[in-house]
């Protein structure tokens, strides 16, 4: 893989392109990354505790390397 934890990138297609973002996490073995603030969906979240509510949450999901370009 071509980049790292760490590592400044910007994304080459989808949602979020011309953007730029830090690696939050690598998955090798996948080939994928995530990157903080980036691909986000929303998530439901069930309620813990009773009487608590439940709630929408949104996560960065894990993109495919070859959509991002390092910069210097």
Do not use: C, W, Y
């Amino acid at each position: 893989m071509h980049v790292k934890k760490g590592d400044t990138v910007k994304i080459l297609s989808g949602d979020d392109k011309g953007k730029t973002g830090k690696i939050a996490k690598a998955f090798p073995a996948e080939n994928k990354v995530v990157i903080d603030g980036m691909n986000m969906i929303k998530k439901h979240q069930r309620a813990r505790r009773e009487g608590e509510k439940g709630q929408m949450v949104n996560v960065a999901m894990p993109m495919h390397a070859s959509k991002v370009a390092k910069v210097e």
